[in-house]
């Protein structure tokens, strides 16, 4: 089964930066897509970035393209969003999900 562990949420002030990591185990999940999702108080869960493990093929969300870059080491299985520039608007809980997996998730919070 496979576990999907993040980190590296906090408060940060507007402007600032933070990166996530979501390290997996437990499960094959090359050749498959992980991916960053995030959801803030009162609404849905939303896409935010995502990456062929076997790859280094890239999706956005259009509200972060240009501020995150998701990225990967294949050798520690880990996937990683770095988070630029950051609005209170990109508050949020943000989860890590692969084929159907999620983790507990990490929350960000952006001050004004």
């Known amino acids: 089964q496979l576990q999907l562990v993040e980190s590296g949420g906090g408060l940060v002030q507007t402007g600032g930066s933070l990166l996530l990591s979501c390290a997996a185990s437990?499960?094959?999940?090359?050749?498959?897509?992980m991916g960053w999702f995030r959801q803030a108080p009162g609404k849905e869960r939303e896409f935010v970035a995502a990456i062929y493990w076997s790859a280094n093929s890239a999706y956005y969300a259009d509200s972060v393209k240009g501020r995150f870059t998701i990225s990967k080491d294949n050798a520690k299985n880990t996937v990683y969003l770095q988070m630029n520039s950051l609005k209170p608007e990109d508050t949020a809980v943000y989860y890590c999900?692969?084929?159907?997996?999620w983790g507990q998730g990490t929350q960000v919070t952006v001050s004004s």
């Open positions: 437990g499960g094959t999940f090359n050749y498959k897509t």
């Open positions: 999900s692969c084929i159907g997996y």
